[in-house]
């Protein structure tokens, strides 16, 4: 979800890495991308949880936030 948000909306990259749990994921920066636009907060201090599944209350929730829905 990360990854189409950026593709979509074509966010820039940022040097900043909002989350420790993402290191290594072929995602990290499209994860840290739309934690810099303010359309994720992740799901803990300092946690993304990538791993996990993405309900579609969540996914709707990046979609309003990305598209100013």
Do not use: K, Q
Not at 22 to 47: K, P, Y
Request: charged share 15%; net charge negative.
């Amino acid at each position: 979800m990360a990854t189409f948000l950026v593709r979509a909306l074509r966010l820039s990259p940022t040097s900043r890495d909002y989350f420790w749990d993402d290191n290594g994921s072929a995602h990290e920066a499209s994860i840290n991308a739309i934690a810099a636009a303010g359309i994720s907060s992740g799901c803990g201090t300092g946690a993304f949880c990538p791993w996990g599944g993405l309900t579609r209350g969540e996914m709707a929730t990046f979609m309003v936030r990305g598209f100013d829905l």
